[in-house]
């Protein structure tokens, strides 16, 4: 029979599930909300420890005052030195969305012996789909409003009509934003180098042995559906599908990723 103080050791000495948390395009951390305190408490249900490390991207929130790289492989190397730089050795894994998941699959690509799991949401890769799916044409003058938007306000209400369809508060979520836009101001530049990152990224044929999960919505009125469908095709990896929820999937529905994650963790598992 083990001791209570073996038990003790046993639990201090088992290895820590590390996840990395990567937004897309002018996101910084804050916009994650509540997911990452929901998304840790179902992790260590079934993991036990973890550990979560949110990443701005460069230009982004902390990193505002950075300049953002004009191609998504200076940005997997950006976040690859900030692991370094804590102290992060051995395979973690990634959870991103949107241009937070081009950066992960360059990540997969060109390092996988870093990963051990990536969950995807809510991306659009080429050469798998066409420009006016990863962008829906009827979007375009709405960015463009949303370019020449004199407020923050303003500017905050356009992107969430854009990326959500079931946030229950609107308010307390646009003035949450609007306070991030304000303390940690993404500039015009930095948003165009991020969006020339991303027109230029062209995702591998192949993705290479990392487990990769693909979490889409139906109801994404930013990205059409079908990038998540053609990516799972194209990868022969597993997709999980929301059927009313937005671009912001975490946003508009968190409980639902953390439990869709710890299911195909769960699967993994399985001989």
């Known amino acids: 029979m083990v001791s209570q103080q ?7 000495n088992a290895p820590v599930a590390t996840w990395v948390l990567l937004r897309g395009l002018t996101r910084g951390v804050g916009h994650w909300g509540e997911f990452p305190a929901l998304l840790e408490r179902r992790l260590a249900q079934q993991q036990g420890a973890v550990r979560l490390i949110l990443l701005d991207l460069p230009g982004n ?19 690859r030195a900030e692991l370094s730089a804590q102290g992060v050795s051995g395979p973690v894994h990634v959870l991103a969305m949107s241009l937070g ?11 996988p012996d870093d990963l051990s799991a990536l969950v995807l949401i809510n991306t659009s890769l080429r050469p798998f789909s066409a420009f006016y799916q990863r ?35 609107e308010a ?10 304000t303390r940690q101001p993404v500039s015009a530049i930095n948003a165009l180098r991020q969006l020339l990152a991303a027109m230029r990224y062209v995702a591998p044929r192949q993705l290479g042995p990392v487990p990769t999960l693909i979490l889409g919505s139906r109801s994404d009125g930013l990205v059409n559906y079908r990038c998540s469908e053609q990516l799972s095709r194209a990868w022969r990896v597993p997709l999980t599908t929301h059927e009313r929820a937005g671009h912001d999937l975490p946003l508009d529905d968190g409980p639902w990723v953390a439990q869709s994650v710890c299911e195909w963790l769960a699967s993994q598992n399985r001989p």
């Open 6 to 12: 073996g038990e003790v050791m046993a639990e201090l």
């Open 61 to 79: 929130g902390a990193l505002c005052q950075m300049h953002s790289p004009t191609r998504v492989g200076g940005m997997v190397d950006f976040c």
């Open 101 to 111: 998941a081009m950066v992960a699959a360059d990540w997969a690509s060109r390092f």
């Open 135 to 169: 962008l829906r044409p009827a979007n375009y003058l709405k960015l463009v409003g949303l370019l020449m938007a004199r407020s923050p306000q303003a500017r905050e209400e356009v992107v969430l009509h854009l990326t959500t369809r079931l946030v229950p508060d």
């Open 172 to 181: 307390r979520v646009i003035a949450s934003w609007v306070d991030l836009q």
